[in-house]
């Protein structure tokens, strides 16, 4: 698996969960992965250290996506690092569900800055090192489309946010041959959503699959999309969610 040799990329939130495993499958398939963190070193350092157990090119980068600063300075010790940038992925993401008479005006700033804003600084940073053949890829949520759990209107607001971004950036990147594609997990077993809690078991019911995805599932898609294959997919936004939104 080397269809991403010579490539660089960027993965936002990569020590942990659905990150992690999309900057692994990324180094296995040849790219040199820079990944950002901001609160388990230990965790972006054991991940840098698999990759380079299998000969891959890897680097943390401390970087909160809620601070636009941190995140400018990721996509410019990345390309620093590594000497280009190819392929980001805005991965980082926060949940916080809670009746909307629970939810301060800090907590609704906070969830923005970082699932929202954070993808659009990323973006807006990294594509001024990107060529053609460049991809921009964002985890969003199937809760973009379907929200069946109470407290989740914040949260589904910021993942149809960047649906939206996603499908006006695919227009104004397109004519420079870079394409930017958002997808879309239903339930993956992460530690923002535990497979064993009585609140997933509500969620198992909803779905045609009834179980978890994995976040290799999930890294699997983010591959195709960030190689050679996927040139023509833009724009679009791909849902993997076990059938929850079927
Ligand atoms: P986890 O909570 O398991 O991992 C989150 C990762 O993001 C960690 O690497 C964490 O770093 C990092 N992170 C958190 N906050 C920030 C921040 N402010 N700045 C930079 N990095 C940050 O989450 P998941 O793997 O489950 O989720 C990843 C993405 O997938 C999110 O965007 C989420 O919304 C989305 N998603 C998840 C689903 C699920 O069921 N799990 C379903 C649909 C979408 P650190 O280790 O340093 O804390």
Do not use: W
Not at 1 to 17: D, H, I
Not at 20 to 48: F, M, P, S, W
């Amino acid at each position: 698996m080397t269809k991403l040799a010579g490539k660089v990329a960027l993965v936002t939130g990569g020590s942990r969960g659905i990150g992690a495993a999309i900057a692994k499958r990324l180094a296995r398939e040849g790219a040199a992965v820079a990944l950002t963190y901001v609160n388990r070193k230990d965790k972006a350092d054991a991940v840098v250290r698999d990759i380079e157990a299998a000969d891959g090119r890897a680097l943390a980068i401390l970087a909160d996506s809620g601070d636009v600063e941190a995140v400018r300075a990721a996509v410019a010790e990345t390309v620093r690092a590594f000497g280009r940038l190819d392929i980001l992925v805005n991965n980082a993401g926060v949940g916080r569900f809670a009746p909307i008479e629970e939810f301060s005006v800090e907590e609704f700033d906070r969830l923005v800055a970082i699932n929202v804003r954070g993808v659009f600084v990323a973006v807006k940073e990294a594509v001024a090192h990107m060529g053609e053949g460049g991809r921009v890829i964002t985890i969003g949520s199937v809760n973009a489309d379907r929200m069946p759990t109470l407290g989740g209107g914040l949260y589904a607001m910021t993942k149809a946010a960047v649906a939206g971004l996603t499908r006006g950036l695919a227009r104004d990147l397109g004519p420079r041959g870079i394409t930017v594609n958002n997808v879309q997990p239903g339930p993956v077993d992460t530690d923002l959503n535990p497979a064993n809690t009585a609140f997933a078991a509500e969620l198992r019911k909803l779905m045609a699959l009834p179980r978890y995805g994995t976040g290799d599932e999930i890294a699997a898609m983010v591959a195709y999309l960030a190689g050679p294959e996927a040139g023509f997919v833009t724009g679009a936004s791909l849902t993997i969610d076990g059938g929850y939104a079927a």
